[in-house]
């Protein structure tokens, strides 16, 4: 059993910054990829960004330039930086992984980007 616990979302207004971090109860080296995912209201989950255990990146459209993905494997923890946001970033926040066939979710965090 996995569990992936997010924190670092809130209310910020657009052009802000945020930074989440999504801490995992096991040794993130044995996940070969973790990401994030968001969910606005009314939309389908969608896939913000990932990364492997060997630092390979990846970002959905929307974000890049603005988010960056990083993992800190000394503490078990990914984070995506948040830069310049819009209020269409507005969604709750998932972080997801894998291991042994079973696909792991966060509780999520809130990010609300609004004025």
């Known amino acids: 059993q996995v569990q992936l616990v997010e924190s670092g979302g809130g209310l910020v207004q657009p052009g802000g910054s945020l930074r989440l971090s999504c801490a995992a109860s096991?040794?993130?080296?044995?996940?070969?990829?973790m990401g994030w995912y968001r969910q606005a209201p009314g939309k389908q989950r969608e896939l913000v960004a990932t990364?492997?255990?060997?630092?390979?990146?990846n970002y959905a459209d929307s974000v890049k330039g603005r988010f960056t993905i990083s993992r800190d494997n000394a503490k078990n923890t990914v984070y995506l930086q948040m830069d310049s946001l819009k209020p269409e970033d507005t969604a709750v926040y998932y972080c997801?992984?894998?291991?042994?066939?079973?696909?792991?979710w966060g509780q999520g965090t809130q990010v609300t980007v609004s004025s």
């Open positions: 997801n992984s894998g291991l042994d066939g079973v696909t792991y």
């Open positions: 096991r040794n993130i080296l044995r996940f070969y990829v």
């Open positions: 990364i492997t255990s060997i630092f390979s990146t």
